[in-house]
């Protein structure tokens, strides 16, 4: 099977951005154990590290999976037997002698930095540089939204879909896999990485109360889940007529991940739930025309509050309660918690071709409504790349 691959020349740019942003942040170099950052920098998976001097050659270590590195990777990689042999080897380059080395604080266990870190680099001052990645990595180029947007045409494809999907009498968790099922045979690789230490994610259907359920995930949208012990994802509640049901998920296509949502309902539903959806619609439309480069993430963030307070949804905007989340939106791409994020101390200006998913959701005790999409940062105003009607849809 043929898969894609970035080419040598992207790989090269990537890796010299950093390391220019090193340099500016007086770091030396260094060494990188996070999954996604080593995919992002190399285009492959594997168990190794990835030590980056800010200036001088960058060099892979692998002890397994040496034969899946990207032919594209422009720089050495040197096998080893296992992580105890890391040290040695990059004591042989001379880049032991940093003073100032860069680590990955978010994610980094302490265990390896203890055993690994610790041994090469016994004096030196640790920085962090996982903000650096991650800020560089909020802003794709033209082949990563091209991925992008195939993640999308395969995510609205699934929504579609829950249109012969959903019908009375069905769990919400058998629903779940009839949609997965159908976006895999489109293509999703059904792949969901999150940064967030404990951060599992999972896509929900929620009917009824479902979506009125406490939460122990980092969104505003309930999980009630099959079982306490795996409390993400759809419930075991049957589907019935005259409740919102509310869908979000994601798709994945060669890594790059796309996020939405959508609400349905069968045959009618209270009136308070068509204002509070018709209110999520009216908040989407116009965070797509103000997500243009240069608006402020916090103002964004901000004037959505004010006008669920305004319109008397403040209580409910974004959960309740303590469950009450204080964003609007979150970057996605190799990761679904990426940066820049639609809340209150995000005040760097939005740049071109970020890509965010922008979720106004209000939940009820009886249940929740709202939308998702996923956007591109373009000048004239957000272009989407899930693509399906925002209003409630209708199942007769």
């Known amino acids: 099977m043929n898969y894609f691959e970035f080419s040598s020349k992207e790989f090269q740019k990537r890796i010299e951005h950093f390391q220019n942003s090193m340099m500016q942040a007086g770091i030396e170099g260094a060494l990188l154990f996070q999954r996604v950052d080593q995919l992002y920098l190399t285009g492959s998976s594997f168990q190794g590290a990835l030590l980056v001097p800010a200036q001088g050659t960058t060099t892979l270590y692998v002890w397994k999976g040496v034969d899946r590195i990207s032919s594209n990777f422009p720089h050495e990689v040197v096998q080893l037997r296992n992580i105890g042999r890391l040290a040695e080897e990059i004591e042989k380059t001379g880049y032991h002698r940093w003073n100032k080395v860069g680590i990955e604080t978010d994610v980094l266990p302490y ?76 293509g999703d690789h059904a792949a969901v990485r999150t940064r967030g230490f404990n951060a599992e994610a999972k896509g929900v259907v929620a009917s009824g109360s479902s979506g009125g359920e406490h939460s122990v995930f980092d969104g505003p949208l309930p999980q009630p889940g099959c079982h306490p ?108 918690d990426e940066f820049p994020v639609l809340a209150k101390r995000f005040t760097d200006p939005l740049q071109e071709n970020m890509v965010i998913a922008v979720e106004p959701k ?34 007769s």
């Open 111 to 186: 265990a390896i930095w203890q055993r690994v870190c610790l041994k090469i680099w016994k004096t030196a001052e640790y920085k962090d540089v996982s903000m650096l990645l991650r800020m560089q990595r909020s802003v794709k180029s033209d082949a990563e939204l091209n991925l992008v947007r195939v993640s999308g045409r395969i995510l609205s494809s699934g929504f579609e879909s829950l249109r012969e999907h959903i019908r009375p009498g069905l769990r919400e968790n058998v629903i779940q896999g009839m949609m997965e099922l159908h976006m895999r045979a489109e």
């Open 229 to 336: 012990y795996v409390a993400m994802g759809a419930g075991l509640r049957e589907i019935e007529p005259g409740v919102p049901i509310i869908v979000d998920t994601t798709a994945n296509y060669h890594g790059y991940m796309t996020d939405m949502t959508r609400s349905f309902y069968i045959d009618h539903i209270e009136s308070k739930f068509v204002e509070a959806h018709q209110f999520c619609v009216e908040i989407i439309e116009e965070m797509r025309r103000r997500m243009v480069p240069g608006a402020i993430p916090e103002e964004l963030y901000l004037w959505s509050i004010n006008e669920a307070q305004r319109l008397g949804f403040g209580k409910h905007y974004m959960n309740r309660g303590n469950d009450q989340v204080r964003f609007l939106g979150h970057g996605v791409g190799l990761e679904m």
């Open 362 to 395: 209000i939940v009820f005790d009886e249940g929740a409504v709202g939308v998702e999409d996923t956007v591109i940062v373009k000048e004239g105003g957000a272009e989407v790349v899930t693509k399906m009607e925002l209003e409630l849809v209708k199942i």
